[in-house]
């Protein structure tokens, strides 16, 4: 049997390193962090969307007590997005979490089920969606869903 890779390249940078507007949609993830209604797992979690024309979107974690109902940070804003702006792709994602202590030290990735979300929007505008995962002691760059999910599922599959 031969072995295929599928080995990834990721960025690791420092806030000022990225743009203005990066760092502005960084700034909102932290701040959505404020709006995660989280009292079974007190973890707090924050996703700001850039969209193609230039608006903001976004969403925080939403739980509750029947555990599988809840909602992760990024499907909130993905579906708040798309909900009332259907017509403009997806740019950028950015994700903030905070635990008990403050910031996570390490940036937090999305589940599984928001990255095969993400990558249907990828699929639905034909557009990769860059992710900026924030951490405190820096920030992983992603240039599309594809590389956090390798191998994807989509439509054109079924075919
Ligand atoms: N959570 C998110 O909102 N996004 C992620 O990427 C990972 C997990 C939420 C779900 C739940 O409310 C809490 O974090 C603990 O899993």
Do not use: H
Request: net charge neutral.
């Amino acid at each position: 049997m031969k072995t295929i890779d599928l080995s990834i390249k990721i960025g690791f940078c420092q806030l000022d390193e990225l743009s203005e507007q990066e760092q502005k949609l960084i700034n909102g993830a932290i701040s959505a962090t404020s709006k995660s209604y989280s009292p079974y797992s007190n973890f707090a979690v924050g996703a700001a969307l850039l969209l193609s024309n230039g608006t903001e979107i976004r969403g925080a974690n939403q739980e509750n007590a029947a555990f599988p109902v809840g909602l992760c940070a990024e499907r909130s804003a993905i579906f708040a997005a798309q909900s009332t702006q259907p017509d403009q792709s997806i740019t950028t994602i950015a994700i903030a979490a905070r635990n008990g202590y403050g910031f996570t030290k390490n940036p937090i990735v999305p589940c599984g089920s928001c990255r095969q979300v993400l990558l249907e929007m990828e699929d639905r505008y034909k557009k990769p969606i860059r992710i900026l995962l924030y951490g405190t002691e820096g920030v992983y760059v992603i240039n599309s869903v594809k590389d956090i999910l390798p191998l994807q599922f989509v439509g054109e599959s079924m075919k």
